[in-house]
């Protein structure tokens, strides 16, 4: 178990999160000019952490329960991840209507693994995606959370991680442009 401490971002953390670093840097051309990053999909993540939009999601979304989330290891950010209600019919109703679910949605909206806490055979990603799902359970009262994340359908690791943790795909319900829709219901134990 790896010693990963949680606590909300706020404002004041703009700085730290343009430090963040979850993707190699772009390689160079010859004629010195970046080339095409060949994890796109990670770069879109880093730079929604980065750019502030991660926090101005988190701030929106805070009414609906939304939580940008920063982790630490031995004080250093090691993992950013945000999620939030789903609050979008136009995804929400086909969702519903394609898997019977009458509760709580939830999105899985980003998780980021700093590159030098990287290589742990997934460790600290699985432990990150563990206390995720249960700060979603602790914004919910519904026994049972529907929880949606997608997964760039390039980003191959990604796909394994979600998978070996109870996601499921949804290939029959289309996403935009190259991500797939993965889903898992979580439970909470409610005092009855």
Not at 108 to 129: C, E, P, S
Not at 161 to 182: C, I, K, M, T, Y
Request: charged content about 30%; glycine content about 8%; proline content about 4%.
């Amino acid at each position: 178990m790896i010693d990963l401490s949680w606590r909300a971002a706020t404002k004041a953390d703009k700085t730290l999160l343009q430090g963040f670093t979850c993707t190699e840097p772009a390689r160079r051309l010859r004629n010195g000019r970046p080339a095409p990053h060949h994890r796109e999909w990670e770069l879109e993540v880093q730079t929604w952490f980065r750019s502030g939009d991660a926090l101005a999601d988190a701030n929106e979304d805070a009414a609906y329960g939304g939580r940008l989330l920063l982790g630490f290891v031995e004080g250093d950010l090691a993992v950013c991840t945000s999620h939030a209600r789903l609050r979008n019919p136009g995804v929400e109703t086909p969702l519903r209507k394609h898997l019977g679910f009458e509760g709580p949605i939830r999105v899985l909206k980003a998780v980021g693994i700093a590159r030098v806490h990287r290589g742990a055979g997934g460790l600290l990603a699985d432990q990150a995606l563990d206390d995720v799902l249960a700060d979603m359970l602790d914004q919910e009262s519904s026994r049972e959370t529907l929880v949606l994340g997608r997964v760039d359908s390039r980003n191959k690791p990604s796909e394994r991680f979600v998978a070996r943790n109870g996601f499921e795909l949804l290939d029959d319900l289309p996403a935009a442009g190259q991500l797939r829709n993965w889903f898992m219901i979580i439970e909470a134990e409610l005092d009855d």
